[in-house]
């Protein structure tokens, strides 16, 4: 009970700063065309930061082979999930400028921050150790496949861009410092620490502008969509059960929990943030993150009642 009070506390602080987007924009003090410039900074500054402080961790044999499996289950449940995904939108009657957005916001999740909040809520420094570690399959995932959704669309697309990017890169180098012996100097550490951590609340700022943006009939228009209510279910509930196969393996219980409860994190507001800088429907991919987002309150909660069950009976 405690700890789903902790919980609750996450997300209503989550919440409360993209309120805060919301009215700023419709006060108009975050004018029109802000979102663009939000979007440059968390993507190309602040994200790359939090990613390189987060894979900064000393180099062991055990940490290696931890990050084989959580790499395994997170590319398989990627996999899996993009493939079911796309079938699903492709038999969805549904207007091309929200396609991209919705089979973004099915596929990818909050998975940097609210996943790790979470992991440091349930398990501890080892918690946030393994969701970092379950995270760099994703990274590479939502830098490269999440922008090609959007960029294949695009009359002129410049791939060097799509698979050469500030977070790709990023990505790369932080593998790069959890295999190489020792860590960054405090000094450096200290730098990203500061720059990575505004990555939470820019991108609720963000999602709360862009929210802030639409008229009130249209936002009350998309939390009625049933297709955004469907790339819920799917995000929160479906797709963390494909890793339930991975119990028939001799995986530390720890382990593969921190792996469950971040494949059913709510939708990522990365896809707003493509959406909104590839010219597509970002409004409705926002929707998207924030009814997904509401919902995990009970969802997550759900998914560490079933693990908490499973484990009793192993």
């Known amino acids: ?75 398989f449940v990627l996999i ?56 760099f399959v994703y990274l590479l995932y939502i830098w490269t496949y999440a922008i090609y959704l959007f960029a ?17 890169i990023a990505t790369l180098a932080g593998l790069l410092l959890m295999i190489l012996p020792g860590t960054l100097p405090a000094v450096l550490s200290n ?37 955004l209510w469907l790339a819920s279910l799917y995000k929160l509930i479906l797709f963390p059960l494909l890793l339930l196969p991975f119990l028939l393996f001799p995986l530390p219980i720890q382990l593969f929990a921190v792996a469950f409860l971040v494949a059913g994190m709510p939708s990522a507001p990365t896809i707003s943030m493509y959406a909104q800088q590839y010219g597509e429907d970002a409004s409705f991919a926002a929707a998207g993150v924030a009814l997904s987002t509401f919902l995990s309150c009970i969802t997550i909660p759900a998914l560490y009642s079933f693990l908490l069950v499973i484990s009793s009976l192993a």
């Open 1 to 75: 009970m405690n700890q789903f009070a902790h919980f609750t506390q996450e997300l209503t602080l989550l919440y409360s700063i993209a309120l805060l987007g919301y009215m700023l924009r419709k006060k108009e003090i975050l004018p029109e065309g802000s979102e663009k410039v939000l979007t440059a900074v968390i993507l190309n500054v602040t994200l790359p930061a939090l990613i390189l402080f987060g894979m900064d961790v000393a180099f062991s044999v055990e940490n290696i082979i931890q990050f084989g499996w959580l790499s395994l289950l997170s590319a």
């Open 80 to 135: 899996v999930s993009s493939v079911i995904s796309s079938l699903t939108v492709k038999k969805l009657n549904i207007e091309v400028k929200k396609k991209n957005a919705l089979e973004g916001i099915m596929i990818f999740g909050n998975q940097g921050f609210l996943g790790i909040a979470v992991c440091y809520l349930l398990f501890g420094k080892e918690g946030v150790f393994y969701g970092t570690l379950f995270n």
């Open 152 to 168: 294949r669309s695009a009359e002129s697309v410049q791939w060097r861009k799509v698979f050469l990017n500030s977070g790709v």
């Open 191 to 227: 730098t990203l620490e500061l720059t990575g951590k505004p990555t939470v609340p820019l991108s609720m700022l963000l999602i709360g502008s862009l929210l802030g943006g639409m008229p009130l009939a249209d936002l009350k228009l998309f939390l009625k969509n049933k297709h």
